[in-house]
């Protein structure tokens, strides 16, 4: 397996894995004293009724599985800088998006007021994940033109 396959296989992983991360540190967090029993329990909720952290990694994953094919799109080898910051904007941009909603709906747990429909909000990782992965890709892009333009005037 070649590097740009690593790469992309590790972006899919990334989506995987940050909700469980993300959960965790929230959990550790606000109950600094449960921690070892906390990581002891970590893997039953991984498919455990109410929770399911496996599937919700699944759903997470999939704007970053949607950046590991537009790299493939791409092709091998050497590319112009537009696509690469093109890569780099829209990786950004699912990553931020992810973070944001997982770091929102887990802490929400944690509220004076919990809301009892906040777990819904990670369904919505790839509707907004999707969109501004492209948005991200079109700023990285129009990013990489213009240093682009800027080195080829020196």
């Known amino acids: 397996m070649g590097r740009e ?6 972006l899919v992983l990334l989506g995987l894995t940050i909700p469980w991360l993300v959960y965790l ?7 600094p004293h449960e921690t070892s029993q906390m990581l002891r329990e970590f893997p039953s909720l991984l498919f455990a009724s109410g929770y399911n952290l496996f599937l919700v990694g699944v ?9 590991a094919v537009l790299d493939w799109l791409h092709g091998s080898g050497a590319r112009p800088l537009a696509k690469r910051a093109g890569m780099v904007g829209a990786t950004a941009a699912v990553l931020t998006v992810s973070l944001l909603l997982q770091l929102s709906v887990w802490n929400d747990a944690y509220a004076p007021h ?16 999707i969109p501004l992965l492209i948005a991200g890709y079109a ?13 080829r005037r020196k």
Request: glycine share 12%; net charge positive; charged share 10%.
């Open 5 to 10: 396959a690593k790469v992309r296989w590790g």
């Open 59 to 67: 759903i997470n994953a999939v704007p970053f599985a949607c950046v």
């Open 139 to 151: 700023a990285g892009w129009l990013v990489g033109k213009a240093v682009d333009a800027v080195q």
């Open 25 to 31: 540190g929230v959990e550790i967090y606000h109950k």
């Open 114 to 129: 919990p809301s009892s429909t906040a777990v819904i909000g990670l369904m919505f990782v790839p509707i907004y994940g």
